[in-house]
Every structure is written in C-alpha cells, then in structure tokens.
C-alpha cells in the first residue's frame, strides 16, 4: 500500500453519534487546519433527531483553495459502532479507517486495501478521567490529539485554539490539553507516523474568516438596520434569528438607557411571522423573518400581500430538501422557482442568491435597502449547505459613509407642498410610487393599504382598465428592479468555447473547481455565475453567446433552467441541465461525470481524460 | 364600489381640543348595507375619536377581510389603514405597532375573521397583551361570502333559509379572559351611549383592548329564531354597570350611587367610572368575571359593559424592553455598528 505523499489535499470524515459532544471537537479541527493557512470546508451531515443518531463531519482540505466536496474518503476517524460498516466501506482504496480498538474490532470489519489504525481512545480517557460524562468527552480530544501527529496538524494551534475557547473558564484548559498530549503521545510510541496525506502549514487563510452562512445572514440584518425580526422556529433557518439576536444583544442596546433598538418575536406560526415584519415594514421599520420548506408555502398569502399592497418586506428562504417535510437538515435549491413566482395571481419577486457567508452578510445588508427601493419583497435565497456549515470566505467589511436608501417617502414638508398625492402613481416612469409613513401629516398622504384592486391613489376599483394598469406598472418595477440587484459574474474576459456553465449559489464551489479541472486538462467552458432574479440582459447576452449552456443546480426540476427559458424567452433545446438532488451539496466530480456524458451526444468539444475518477450521481 | 364623500360641515359643529371637526373623523360613503350593525359601530368610532381629541394621523387603522373588515374605509380618512387578509390582521398590527409605539392602534375585525381563521393570530395578540383596540363586529355569520354560519353562531340559532346550527359557540370574551388580554368588554352595535365610552376607554388602555360588538347582519341574520337578530339581542342584553370615561385633565363630573361605583385610574390619568349593577362582581378579577360570564351564559343572557381591566398593564413594548424613541426613527448612527466593530467581530471568527 505505498502511495505517493500528497500535502495539504485530503478529505477527512469523522463518524460520531449526535449528542455526544463531538461536534465541538471536530470544529476545533477544522479551525486548526484554517489557522495553518489551508483552505479547509467543513461539513455537518447530521440526522433530524436531538441525540443518538448517526452524524458525520466531512472536512476537505485544499491547498488550491477548493471549498466544495468531492469524492473520496482519505481519512476516516470512525466513533460510532452503529455506523461502523458503511464507514469502512465508505474510505478510499489505500485510505485510512481511524477507530477506538478499547474493544476489539471483528474480523470481519477489516478491509485489507485500506490501513486499519486501531488507538485505544476510551481506554486512555477511562485511565486519566473520573466522571462517565468526561471519559466520552475527552475521547473526542483524544483522537484530535492522536490526529495531529498523524496527519501533522500543528499541536500548538490546536491548543492555543482550546485555550481560547476556555477563555472564560481556563479551569478546564489543562485537562483538554492533557487528553490531547494523550492523544499524540500514544500515536508516537505506537505508531508509524504521518500518513501519506498530510498537512503543511500555508499562507492562503489571510484576509478570511471561518463563519456559518446563517450567523453572517443575522450580522448583515443588524448592518442593514433591521429592527423587527419575527420568525418561528424551522431548520435550517432558526439560526438566521439566533444570530441576530445575539449580535443586536451585544450591538444594539442603547448604552445609556439599556433599552434594545430592536425586537424580536417568536411568531405564532410563519403566517404571523410574516405578516408581523411585513407590517413593521409598511409602518417604517425594517423588518424581516427566516424560514426554510413549509415555512415557505405558509407565507404564500402574504408575500402576494406585500407584493400587491407594495410593502418593503424582506425574506431569507434558507433552502432545504423537499417536497413537503422532505429532509430538513439536508441541502436543496428547490425553492427557486416557487418564490420567483410565490403567491395566486400575476406575481414576480426579486431573489439575492449569495454564495458565501461574506455574500450572505452583503446581501442582507443591502436586501433592506433594496426593499424600501422598490417597496416589495426580496428573499434572500440561501441554502442549509450555506447556511449551517462554516465555510472560509473574505472578512467582512463596510463602510461607514453609508446611508441606508429608505427609497421613495414623502416626509411632511414635501407632502405640505404637494397638491396630488397618490400613493400608486409612476410619477418618474420606474413604476414605484412615493411612500407615507403612519403619522406623517394631519391631513395628508394617508390611504388605506390593501391587497384589493386599487387605483393610483389607493382606492378599491373594480374597473377592470385601472386594474391592468396597475398590474402593467409592477411590470416596470420589476425591470427597474433589474438595475438595482447584484450582476452576474463572468469567469472569463472573452467567451472562449461554444460552451457555458452557468451556476447560483452554494453549486458556485464545485462549479469553480470543475472550470479549473478542465483548463489544467487544457480544456475551456465559459462559465457564468447568478447572483440575483430578474435576469440582466448580461444573462441572456451569454447565453445567447453560445451553442449550448449547461445549467447546474441542485434540484430535480431543473428550476433555475426553467426560469431562464421563460424570463428570457430562450430556445429550450440549446440549454441542459446538470442536477444535484440527494441532498448533499454537489461534487466537481459529479459534474464533470454528467457534462462529460451530455457532451459525447452533442459531439463534445472538452478533451476527456480518462485518469479522473468518474463519480457517480449518488454522494454518501 | 366606494365614493368621495362631500364634506359638509353642520353649521353648530365645533372643534375638539386638538382642533379638528367632527366632520374630520369620518371617511368614505359606507358601501355596506342599510341597516348594518357594523355601519353603527363605524359611527361610534368616528364620535369616540373626536371626543377623545385624538389627532386623526396619530391613529392607525387595520382589518382582516369581511364586511366588518372593509370598515376602516368608512372611518378616519386621514388616518393610514391597512386592510390586510383573512385572518391576520393582529399579525400586521403587531409588527407596525413594533416599529412605532406613539401611534394608537385600532383594529376591526369580524366573527369569521377572529373566531375561525384568525382564532389563532386572536388569542396570541391577546397574551402579547400588545397595545391595540381589537373591536370584533360580531353577527353570527359570514356576511360577506353571503351568510354562512360563523363559529360565534349560538347553538339553534336559526339562519335565514330555516336551517339551524348545531355546533357549539366560540366566545371570544371568554376566550380572550383566557389567554390574557388586560381589557375585555362587550356591547352592542345599537348602544353608542355605552359603546363610545368604551372605545374611548380602551384607546386609552396600555394593552390589549378586545371589545366583542354583537353587530347584526341585516341582509342574513336578522330573522327570526338568529340569536344575532336586532329583537333577540334587544331582549336578552344585561349590562354589567353604567359606564363613562374620564380622560386625563377633564373633570370628573359623574356622579354614582354610593357603594356601587368604581372608578379606575389608567395609566395616563384617565379614569373609568363604573356603577356596577352586580356587588358580586369586581371588573378588575379575572376570576370573578370569568364567573360573572358564566352565570350570565347560562341564564341566557349577553353580559354587556367592561368586563375585565387590569389597570397595572404592561404592554409588549415593556416586556421586550425597546426603545423609548420608536424603532422607526432610528438612524444609521443607532443601528449600524460600524466598520471598527466589524473589524473586531472579523477578528472573533479567524
Ligand atoms: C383565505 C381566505 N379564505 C376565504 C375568504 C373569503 N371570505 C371573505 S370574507 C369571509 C368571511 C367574513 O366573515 P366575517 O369575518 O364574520 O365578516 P362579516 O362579513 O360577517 O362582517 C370569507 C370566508 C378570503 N377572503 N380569504
Ligand atoms: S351582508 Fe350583512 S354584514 Fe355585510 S354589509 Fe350587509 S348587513 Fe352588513
Ligand atoms: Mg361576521
């Protein structure tokens, strides 16, 4: 089993029960590998169950700086005896199966094209540690110790690291680093070390930060000015409120009076939850809630509420696996097409799609901003892989010149002059009319808001021209709305091949390490990123640009594909599709798997290479 | 169908403390139909605002969906208005009334709208105890969708084609005792003299102010044999007490009997003056007029007046402890951190 020494490239997985305290240490390992300066993406694959269940933690290391997942186990740390079989099965050939040997393993368990690395993790931590509760503890610290010298994480950071976390309760820093000097200390007197995957420090970590989506989504709405947030519970987006509670706790609370700037409430259902940040909006506030899957198809009603009644409203849609309860602590971007449309009747909404936590926080800032421009609903569309995974991004930054864009509101001198206010009326040809907050005037600019047909002032109408009218102008709005959202980004100067990508959101990983793939196979397909709904002429000037464009997203129903047809009036035999909808974020390996395959049938012009491991559709 | 009304000023009309007429309290032409319970409660509102020298910009109307919900378009014309859909309308009302606490909230709403698809937005506005006038314009029926019976329909109440309900009555008195509201009355669309001092008192209440207005629905439910008819009600309605409102700085003129009045100081100043018809009962106990109701219930009787008030209210702004200045008139400078914040909470996550 000799195999050559590849550094700072692996994918390692550990394999624990949910509940026992795990998670903590394998994000302990995660930023240890950050803090050496290797790119690392960690990964929860955890079950919808508070304690007991199976639950991995997936870490791709990349010195090329791939964030993505991909295929292949190099390392698997395997805890759970539960789960043990399909964990050995699951390690590459010529990997490594890490295991607690305190009790045997069955002969029958052992694979022979893999190394076996038996420590005697519970052993070590029943000898040094009293309490039951610690010995299962300290055994996730044990292998962490054990880890290190076998794949060369620096020792050091992980203790300096453990230091930091204990900060306020430096008692428990020496027993954490014991169990981790047992840990390594076992490994070199019993062990042949390191493995042939291993680490080295870098430099490619600076300037970043390791955040999960959700807590970067909250810290972006206490920016942007957020002060109501209701919301009701629903994974994956009950860490969005989380988030921003406890940074408006620590932000927000006027220094002098101890009073909060800001209030939060635990809705009734999502109904309410909308409907309360709906109308903090209407009366001047900024609000907004988060939900994921059924929370989604609840707020119906009210985002064509909003979108009637012309309210500022934002929305974060933390994406989940669906249909119906579907699989909630799985990742999906199966809402594009239902909250492009979401509501009865001829309604259109505006989507931020961010990528990256440091996208997630620019783009809720700037989502307030955006609905008081256009007096609608703008859903942040995020995704759970985004939202409740750590991912290294750029460190977030602001700058302290800006003023928020409260959009089109009259205030009391300007109504004073004003001889024919109407609320609806397209008096500067962009479709949005000028707003009133409650209280403004005594006898000025008021009108009752409603999701009835109304004229340009206001009123109900039955009349079936003044309706069409009305219905025409948030048509204009909505392409006023093109001007205003985040462009694509274009991953090429001039368009080099016949063939384009084009990607949104969380899919943005493996699609950049697949445009990277192929140039190192001295390939080339153009690729292009989304980053917001309505589509900019950029988008239908690139796809127009070439002979066939594979749209690559994550649900079945190839939805964003489908948007693109019927937004930009595209020929639909020029565009396929390359899916994703297990729910587990996409491989640049399973992309390349499908392009390669689409490609012999529309006579593929990409070099295929025959070393690459052709990954299937399936990802466990 | 909806008219601009021609301002008319009766000559004798005069201005209120805050110096608006009448006249500047009321709204459109009403499209409802003639004789609308719901149309009298309009008036009520109209009057108890102009009494209670409230700026009409400084109220804030909201309803769900139904006849009763339609309302505010008849009411306050310069007063903004949120008609908002079936069911919701405490959810609306909570976020705007989040975002500024200086305006006064009042919503109406109907049997539909709050007993059956709103009971659940209904009771959790209610234990928010959040600070708004919840009139529901109660008929017994659906009146919009054309007369179905609602879930406040009394067992055997007859509608108008003979058929008759079978299923028990929702009371939303009681059910707001319940969950927590801290003003709890109820009256009668046709009885302004003990309907406008209600409204009045309960705009000055730091709370949820629920008042259930038995409103009949002339189009469909005012036959014989509804319990939600003009005659039924006129014969069976029991009052609790004579009632008035004193708002701060005016003079307690009022005059009771001794040994029954009760007065209650709100938190402004204002007080209620009650003359309690009943010396079992205290409006301040939730307990005894949870026993009240119930005694009234099974005599036949539609218990009318204050029923419950809790004068030491918090409402929900002083549970989540917010700002004194409202939320919407933050700036950059309280809201947004900064980029020397950022640069430490960057450095929290390296
Ligand atoms: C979601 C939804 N379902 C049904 C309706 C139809 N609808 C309109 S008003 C109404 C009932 C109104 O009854 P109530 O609240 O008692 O008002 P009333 O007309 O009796 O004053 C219904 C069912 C609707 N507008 N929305
Ligand atoms: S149908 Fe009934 S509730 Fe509706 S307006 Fe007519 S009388 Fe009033
Ligand atoms: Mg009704």
């Given at each position: 089993m000799s195999e050559q020494i590849r550094v700072n490239d692996m994918v390692v997985r550990f394999a624990n029960v949910n509940g026992t305290g795990s998670s903590s240490a394998n994000e302990v390992f995660s930023k240890a590998v950050f803090r050496m300066g290797i790119p690392v993406a960690p990964k929860n694959i955890f079950p919808s169950n508070i304690q007991g269940l199976p639950t991995w933690y997936e870490v791709r290391i990349s010195g090329k700086g791939y964030l993505g997942r991909r295929k292949g186990i190099d390392v698997m740390v395997g805890i759970n005896p539960e789960s043990m079989k399909k964990d050995i099965a699951a390690v590459r050939p010529g990997g490594y199966f890490i295991y607690d040997n305190t009790k045997q393993l069955h002969d029958d368990m052992v694979r022979k094209d893999i190394h076996m690395v038996g420590i005697p993790m519970m052993q070590l931590s029943i000898e040094n540690y009293q309490a039951p509760r610690l010995q299962q503890l300290f055994k996730n610290i044990i292998y962490i110790g054990a880890l290190s010298v076998l794949i060369d994480l620096d020792l050091d950071v992980v203790k300096s690291i453990i230091s930091e976390q204990f900060e306020k309760k430096p008692k428990l820093i020496p027993p954490n680093h014991k169990a981790l000097d047992l840990g390594a200390n076992w490994v070199r007197q019993n062990l042949v070390y390191p493995f042939n995957v291993r680490l080295k420090h870098s430099n490619l970590t600076d300037d970043k930060i390791m955040i999960d989506g959700n807590a970067a989504t909250g810290l972006g709405a206490v920016y942007g000015g957020a002060t109501v947030l209701s919301w009701y519970p629903i994974t994956p987006s009950t860490s969005v409120a989380k988030s921003f509670e406890a940074f408006a706790k620590k932000y927000r609370k006027d220094p002098e009076t101890g009073k909060n700037n800001f209030a939060i409430i635990q809705a009734e259902d999502e109904l309410a939850a909308f409907g309360m940040a709906m109308g903090a909006n209407w009366n001047g506030a900024r609000g907004f809630t988060a939900t994921s899957g059924a929370g989604i198809s609840l707020m119906n009603e009210f985002i064509g509420l909003a979108y009637f009644a012309e309210v500022p409203m934002v929305l974060v849609d933390v994406q989940r696996g669906g249909p119906s309860t579907g699989m909630p602590t799985r990742t999906q971007q199966s809402d594009i097409l239902p909250c492009a449309y979401a509501s009865h009747g001829d309604t259109k909404h505006i989507m931020l799609i961010p990528a990256n936590p440091t996208e997630c926080f620019e783009f809720m800032a700037e989502a307030f901003d955006l609905a008081d421009q256009l007096q609608t609903v703008?859903?942040?569309?995020?995704?759970?892989?985004?939202?409740?995974?750590?991912?290294?991004?750029?460190?977030?930054?602001?700058?302290?010149?800006?003023?928020?864009?409260?959009?089109?509101?009259?205030?009391?001198?300007?109504?004073?002059?004003?001889?024919?206010?109407?609320?609806?009326?397209?008096?500067?040809?962009?479709?949005?009319?000028?707003?009133?907050?409650?209280?403004?005037?005594?006898?000025?600019?008021?009108?009752?808001?409603?999701?009835?047909?109304?004229?340009?002032?206001?009123?109900?109408?039955?009349?079936?021209?003044?309706?069409?009218?009305?219905?025409?102008?948030?048509?204009?709005?909505?392409?006023?709305?093109?001007?205003?959202?985040?462009?694509?980004?274009?991953?090429?100067?001039?368009?080099?091949?016949?063939?384009?990508?084009?990607?949104?959101?969380?899919?943005?990983?493996?699609?950049?390490?697949?445009?990277?793939?192929?140039?190192?196979?001295?390939?080339?397909?153009?690729?292009?990123?989304?980053?917001?709904?309505?589509?900019?002429?950029?988008?239908?000037?690139?796809?127009?640009?070439?002979?066939?464009?594979?749209?690559?997203?994550?649900?079945?129903?190839?939805?964003?594909?489908?948007?693109?047809?019927?937004?930009?009036?595209?020929?639909?035999?020029?565009?396929?599709?390359?899916l994703n909808y297990d729910g587990m974020p996409i491989t640049a390996d399973s992309i390349l798997f499908q392009l390669r395959l689409q490609m012999e049938g529309f006579n593929g012009q990409l070099p295929s290479t025959n070393n690459h491991n052709n990954a299937s559709v399936s990802h466990h | 169908m909806s008219f601009i009304k021609p301002i008319f000023r009766h000559p004798t009309q005069t201005k209120n403390k805050a110096g608006f007429y009448k006249s500047d309290y009321e709204g459109r032409i009403s499209t409802l139909c003639a004789g609308c319970g719901h149309d009298s409660i309009n008036a009520s509102i109209v009057a108890a605002c102009y009494e209670m020298n409230i700026e009409p910009h400084k109220v804030v109307k909201l309803s769900g969906i139904g006849c009763s919900s339609k309302a505010p378009a008849y009411y306050l014309n310069n007063s903004h208005g949120f008609n908002t859909v079936h069911g919701r309308m405490p959810s609306v009302a909570t976020g705007a009334n989040m975002a500024n606490r200086e305006l006064t909230y009042l919503g109406v709403s109907g049997d539909g709208d709050s007993a059956s698809i709103g009971i659940g937005q209904f009771i959790h506005v209610n234990r928010r105890n959040l600070n708004m006038v919840y009139i529901m314009m109660n008929n017994g029926c659906y009146g919009l969708t054309k007369g179905q019976d609602s879930a406040t329909a009394d067992i055997g109440s007859l509608s108008k084609s003979g058929s008759r309900n079978e299923f028990s009555p929702i009371d939303m008195v009681s059910m707001a005792l319940e969950s927590g509201a801290t003003f709890i009355a109820r009256s009668f669309s046709g009885d302004k003299k003990q309907l406008v001092p209600l409204i009045k008192a309960a705009m000055s209440h730091p709370g949820f102010a629920f008042i259930d207005v038995i409103s009949p629905c002339v189009t469909f439910n005012n036959n014989k044999g509804s319990t939600k008819a003009y005659d039924f009600i006129r014969e069976h309605i029991e009052v609790t007490s004579e009632f008035d409102f004193v708002p701060i700085r005016e003079e307690i003129s009022v005059e009771y009997e001794e040994g029954t009045q009760k007065s209650v100081t709100l938190h402004d100043g204002s007080q209620i003056q009650l003359s309690k018809l009943y010396s079992d009962w205290d409006p301040s106990d939730r307990n005894s007029a949870m026993e009240k109701l119930q005694q009234s219930k099974a005599n036949g009787d539609i218990l009318t007046g204050l029923l419950y008030i809790d004068p030491g209210s918090q409402d929900l702004h002083s549970t989540l402890n917010t700002s004194t200045l409202p939320l919407n008139q933050l700036t950059e400078e309280d809201l947004c951190p900064g980029s020397a914040t950022l640069e430490k909470i960057n450095t929290e996550y390296r």
């Open positions: 703008i859903f942040l569309m995020s995704d759970l892989d985004l939202g409740m995974n750590i991912h290294m991004t750029e460190a977030f930054s602001w700058d302290d010149s800006k003023k928020y864009n409260k959009g089109k509101v009259l205030n009391k001198q300007e109504l004073e002059g004003l001889e024919d206010y109407g609320r609806f009326k397209d008096v500067d040809g962009d479709g949005i009319g000028y707003r009133v907050i409650p209280g403004t005037h005594p006898s000025k600019g008021a009108y009752l808001a409603r999701g009835t047909s109304h004229d340009p002032y206001g009123r109900y109408t039955e009349d079936g021209e003044v309706h069409a009218g009305e219905i025409n102008r948030l048509i204009r709005k909505f392409n006023t709305a093109k001007y205003l959202v985040p462009k694509p980004e274009l991953y090429q100067e001039t368009f080099q091949s016949d063939y384009g990508i084009i990607f949104y959101g969380t899919t943005t990983y493996a699609a950049m390490e697949v445009i990277d793939i192929l140039k190192e196979e001295g390939g080339q397909i153009d690729a292009m990123r989304l980053k917001a709904f309505p589509f900019q002429d950029e988008v239908k000037e690139f796809i127009e640009a070439h002979k066939t464009v594979y749209v690559i997203e994550q649900n079945r129903d190839a939805q964003c594909r489908s948007l693109l047809i019927l937004e930009l009036g595209i020929d639909q035999s020029k565009m396929a599709s390359i | -």
